[in-house]
């Protein structure tokens, strides 16, 4: 039986406000009541554009740093779209490459008018598919919401599934939701074009696969935990209730990182409890805007990456085993094993047993700008961060970003 999305415990010490309290509660009741909450699944793919020629390092990347498998590419007139898998018990990762660099399109204009964003024009985040029982069904009750969806001219036209309705990009969070009707039992099909195994691509796999059995990282890493964007500081309650509003997700809760000038927010799936079958969806944001801060003298890493970069994702993070290897905890062995290997991360392994978690940050990568956080949990640990670590890591990462934005303006 699925559980009402206000019957759920809620934690954090984040104050919101009236507004977000009164229509969180008014949005959930109604997505209940409606049938949403039921008709609306788990996520089954999530969706990532990387500039021309960039997608087989990227593959080999992921499946190196990831449980990820190379399965096959799709190539359309516009697209290669590279399907990566784990088995059907968690989401797939579409690594959509665009063939020509002039491609002209609303994903690229949301990169377009932010300094570093612009510098990759095609490389985004963005979105999620979400499983439905109906799309008919949750397709007209959310245009009664006032969703807007692109038609099937333009989903032909951008080379997305046809057999999905896709909602057009947030206005807060610059991300796309898409819906397909999947019987939960019948596999994964994308009609995006030719299918074939691609050598090039296969060998980039075959590579990282090879280096991960050796450094014995294939039974550490399990799926992906949870998903992390970064919003405006002003958009933080809209974000949140919009995304319960296209999902079936619900508010597990904020926490004030006041050292950080931020916060941040998590949802979770109301029909998934392990986050691996579907990920959970953070959002972060500064507590103040930016124009404000010469003022409180406070630092704000998660306004200037979104004034950088858009609002966009920011990290993906896979959880690894329980445990420990060579005596020391997997999260520790895993990370030293891909700094042997050339990999770079924005600081040292943070967080402890004693405390029931310890997370790390891998740089961004140079071809999606995503950046991949590990994340083991100790015991019966519930949760996704200590405030001292996402404090950390968010330092950690405005260093970074810091440099980055020197590097625009010095171009």
Not at 26 to 42: A, P, W
Not at 111 to 121: L, S
Request: aromatic residues 10%; contains cysteine.
């Amino acid at each position: 039986m699925i559980p009402l999305s206000l019957d759920l415990p809620r934690y954090g010490d984040k104050l919101n406000s009236d507004f977000f309290e009164e229509y969180l509660v008014q949005l959930l009741e109604d997505r209940d009541r409606c049938g949403l909450t039921s008709l609306i699944r788990q996520i089954d793919a999530l969706m990532i554009t990387v500039e021309p020629g960039h997608s087989i390092a990227y593959v080999g990347e992921l499946c190196l740093m990831t449980p990820y498998h190379y399965l096959v590419t799709l190539e359309s007139e516009t697209h290669f779209t590279h399907i990566l898998r784990i088995d059907m018990n968690s989401p797939d990762v579409l690594v959509r490459e665009v063939k020509d660099p002039n491609t002209r399109g609303i994903f690229r204009s949301l990169n377009e008018v932010y300094p570093i964003g612009a510098q990759k024009p095609n490389s985004r985040y963005m979105g999620e598919i979400f499983r439905v029982t109906s799309l008919h069904d949750v397709v007209e009750l959310q245009k009664g919401r006032d969703v807007r969806f692109f038609n099937q001219d333009q989903i032909r036209k951008l080379e997305l599934p046809g057999n999905m309705a896709v909602v057009k990009p947030s206005p807060y969070t610059h991300n796309i939701v898409g819906y397909w009707e999947r019987p939960e039992h019948n596999i994964r099909v994308y009609p995006l074009g030719l299918s074939s195994i691609r050598p090039d691509v296969q060998v980039a796999y075959a590579a990282a696969k090879e280096t991960q059995k050796k450094l014995g990282l294939d039974k550490l890493l399990l799926p992906i935990d949870h998903l992390a964007t970064r919003v405006y500081s002003q958009n933080r309650e809209a974000a949140i209730l919009e995304y319960l509003t296209l999902t079936s997700y619900y508010y597990w809760g904020s926490y004030d990182i006041a050292d950080q000038n931020s916060s941040t927010n998590v949802t979770k799936s109301v029909h998934h409890s392990n986050e691996l079958e579907s990920p959970a969806k953070v959002f972060t944001a500064a507590n103040h805007p930016y124009f404000v801060n010469h003022l409180l003298q406070l630092p704000s890493p998660t306004e200037a990456f979104v004034r950088n970069y858009g609002p966009r994702l920011h990290h993906v993070a896979v959880a690894v085993n329980d445990g420990h290897s060579n005596g020391k905890a997997n999260i520790d062995y895993v990370v030293e094993s891909l700094r042997d290997c050339g990999q770079n991360f924005l600081l040292d392994v943070i967080g402890s047993e004693e405390e029931g978690l310890k997370q790390i940050f891998s740089s961004a990568s140079e071809y999606s700008s995503l950046i991949i956080e590990y994340v083991q949990r100790f015991g019966d640990f519930q949760g996704f961060f200590t405030k001292g670590n996402v404090a950390r890591l968010t330092h950690a990462a405005g260093l970074e970003e810091g440099l980055r934005e020197m590097d625009a303006a010095a171009s």
